[in-house]
């Protein structure tokens, strides 16, 4: 079945370290994000790639950094620069953006906990 | 600045009753809008869309009203059941293909 996995579901960080988000699409769509869910907040989109080695800064992009060095992958890394890191990351790709609609599925998410 | 809100953080109706949900926005360069479902600790998943040019599209029980004038979109979920209970998130996009999403309606339907 086609889809987007994300890697892992939980996870605890301790205060200083960096981790490592994994975002794995079987789609061949040529897009992918991140976005982050906050309490009452809605989605927020960190970073986004519209093709193989190139991606481009969302609305809160600070503290976050990413790659994309396959079309069907795109990692995210929570540095110890992010402020706030604890909330729910969701992953997302879409076939283009552009034509119509940028329908966007969503992986299944990934709850990051700073302890 | 948020440029799509959803005043409303919930609401509760009577399965096979109309449950409502709005969607306001301020961006008038948007011209797409969509609506999405989201269960506790799942992935958000695409529900139904409208073109900026079109005021309703109908898919099954799920249609979406948009009234371009008063910035305002609406999901019309008719009957409701109780499996539609999750959070509903309403998006939009420009030109730059960015989905931008509400803070999201719990909807919670009852026996």
């Known amino acids: 079945d086609g889809g987007i996995t994300q890697s892992p579901k939980y996870l605890f960080r301790k205060e200083g370290q960096n981790v490592t988000l994994s975002c794995e699409q079987n789609?061949?769509?040529?897009?992918m994000y991140w976005y982050r869910q906050d309490p009452g907040q809605g989605l927020r989109l960190i970073y986004y790639?519209?093709?193989?080695?190139?991606?481009q800064k969302g609305d809160i992009a600070e503290g976050y950094s990413v790659s994309r060095e396959k079309k069907e992958s795109f990692p995210l890394t929570v540095t110890s620069a992010q402020k706030n890191p604890t909330a729910f990351y969701l992953c997302?790709?879409?076939?283009?953006?552009?034509?119509?609609?940028?329908?966007?599925?969503f992986g299944a998410g990934s709850r990051l906990t700073v302890l | 600045d948020q440029q799509v809100k959803q005043n409303s953080p919930s609401l509760s109706v009577q399965e096979g009753r109309i449950s409502i949900l709005n969607c306001d926005y301020t961006?008038?360069?948007?011209?797409?809008f969509l609506w999405y479902k989201k269960y506790p600790a799942e992935g958000p998943t695409f529900l139904i869309s409208?073109?900026?040019?079109?005021d309703k599209n109908e898919d099954g029980r799920f249609t979406v009203f948009l009234n371009k004038s008063a910035k305002h979109l609406s999901l019309h979920i008719v009957p409701s059941q109780p499996g539609d209970s999750a959070v509903y998130f309403c998006?939009?996009?420009?030109?730059?293909?960015?989905?931008?999403f509400g803070s999201g309606t719990r909807l919670l339907v009852r026996p």
């Open positions: 997302a790709s879409s076939i283009t953006m552009g034509g119509g609609a940028n329908v966007l599925t």
């Open positions: 789609l061949n769509h040529d897009a």
């Open positions: 790639s519209q093709i193989v080695n190139d991606f």
């Open positions: 961006n008038s360069m948007f011209d797409y």
């Open positions: 409208i073109s900026s040019i079109k």
């Open positions: 998006a939009a996009s420009d030109s730059s293909y960015k989905l931008i």
